[in-house]
């Protein structure tokens, strides 16, 4: 990589130079060992600049002449003055300290100087107009003479200071700084040189960009530029470096360097056309190359039409969907054009069609997204192949949008990418109207559109999955989980699900194995976090089922008791009322309750006249003692019956008997009853939840 120029040569700038900034007088450049700060513009004046003995840097501000142009410009030659003296300018702000000090001090005469360079004088009098008469300014002061200059010119007769229009200072002051701005530049020139000599390109890249900028856009030198372009190319930039070569071509056209960096660049960015065109502008202008063995134009050409060879039959095999062949095509040129990005994209669309999405979307990230050559229909057609295979269809069908302007391939991939798109949306707006059927036969649909898809397969299936436990279909949805891992057994994601089936079945034991599991397969620390929450959900959930489940078995056995003790109640109560009934007056009277008073009279004589004790006068005593029972127990009735307000309360007390059994019975039968001991705090709680169900 040689460089364009040596540090002999000289860089000649356009008098018609834009305004520089006085900055760059005093700014710091880099320096060559890496420190970060360099010498300044007067360093540059003095030791670091005595590496390069032929010829000397330049100095600015020269005090001791005029150059011979200006001399001859303006007719003005180099004074000799004896005493020191400041040239006078004039300004508003001079003229004004001028009347204020003659009013307060008496005038005294300036005096002239010595010797000096008259352009400095000037400048260093704009640059301090305000206060130019001052005593005290260190600016309105005589400036130092040169000492051979002031001895030389004692005996000669002082000249009056020279007076120029603006319009010429200004002039004086552009062609000034045009000069400083050379010196720098060179100087910048010569440090790339030596660093770029040392073995440190990227600092000589610096310097190169820096002298570039420093020249201006209306001052450009091609020798800057070529010199930058070898830079870029022994770092392996081949962009940059073609660009640099470029322009350097622009200002020089038979720059014999550039031309073969050209080439070279184009080898490397596959960049067959233009590269063909140079390689005959350089046999046409460089006849000397063709001797050279190691890069002639032989090689160059023949590398040429081994790349255009090897991308023909990569495009036939990819026609013919041998998408090895044509991925192994593609190595062989990457071989010669190693930084050419359409050749990368290739590769990538090659290994994404071969189902290889991590080795294609490597490639993918690897690619400079400054290059302006890296968005072709290859780089679109990759991009949408990765997309399809994560599941991110909206994308994917994007990207083939672009591919398929000029690959008819891409085509049929953004029909397929279309159709799963629309099958998704259908699924999902069926399944929110409650349509689980049609959302199973589309999801089929798509299972058969993705065969070469693995993760929408596996999307789909877990899809499924949910629409069967939202139908409380729970070993359907286990088995469509099962299809899934047929496909990849080792995705957390599906024994994450496999758990929350179980988890809706509340098998809590078979869950908390299933999220266990996804744990063990998971490899970030994130997500094995979020799995054990489920766990700890899970096992809260498995506490509190327990539980419920044992107070609804406390529950149940109170309320079996309570079933017990009030069946044993209600036969005591039937017990007594049948014995009560039994025993009534109308039953020992053998009436009904509904019998009038003639009735219950005639039954009386009869039940009298049976029991009567003369009519058993025979009788033992014990039946006598008898039948004198049954004799009071018929004359009570009697006198209870026979009268109308004793009937009546003796009514009432019967019907209260039969009302009390009928709301024994209503009562024991009510099944929400719950004792003053069986109401807790959990009860409690569970009863106001109820509540507000309700």
Known sequence: FELAMDDNDEIFLSDSCDEFDDEILTTPSPSASGEGRGPSLTQYNRSPLQSFPDPPPRVLHNNNNVGPRLQKQFNVSPPNIEKSQTIQVNSKENVKSKKTKENQKPKKQAKAPKGGNIFSLLQGAEDSSGEADTEDDDSSRPMSADPQLSSSSQATTPQPPVQLTKKQKKKLEKEQKIEDMKIIVDNLRREGNRVFQEGNVNKAVDLYSKAIFKAGPNNPCYKLYNNRSAAFLKLKDYRNAHRDASKCLELNNDNIKALRRIVHCCIQLGQVVEGRERLKNLIAVDKDWKADNEDNPVTHEKKFKDIEHFNKEALRFFAKNSYEQAEDKVDKMLKIAGSCSLFYMMKATFAALLTRIEDARKILDKADSKDPTLKSCWYYFAQG?????????????????????????????????????????????????????????????????????????????????????????????????????????????????????????????????????????????????????LIEETKREKEKREREKKWEEDMKERRRKREEEDREKRRRQEEKREAVLKNSHYSVLGVSRTADQREIKQEFYKKAKMVHPDKHAAATPKEREKMEEKMKEITRAYNILSDRNKRDQYDRKLMALENEDSDDSDYDDDDDYWDEDDITVELFFRFVAQMFAR
């Open 385 to 533: 192949l990765v997309y399809y295979h994560d599941n991110d269809l909206t994308r994917a069908i994007s990207q083939f949008s672009q591919a398929m302007k000029e690959i008819k391939k891409a085509e049929v991939w953004h029909y397929q990418a279309s159709q799963l798109h629309t099958n998704v949306h259908l699924s999902k707006k069926c399944v929110s109207e409650g349509q689980y059927e049609e959302a199973l036969e589309i999801m089929e649909g798509s299972i058969s559109l993705a065969k070469d898809n693995p993760k929408l397969r596996i999307a789909v299936f877990l899809e499924r999955s949910n629409v069967y436990v939202k139908m409380k279909n729970y070993d359907r949805a286990h088995a469509e989980i099962k299809k899934a891992m047929q496909i990849n057994s080792k995705l957390p994601k599906l024994h994450i699900e496999n758990g929350k089936v179980f988890k809706a079945q509340k098998e809590y034991e078979n869950a908390c194995k299933e999220f266990t599991e996804a744990k063990n397969l998971e490899p970030d620390r994130a997500e094995r976090k979020k799995i054990d929450a």
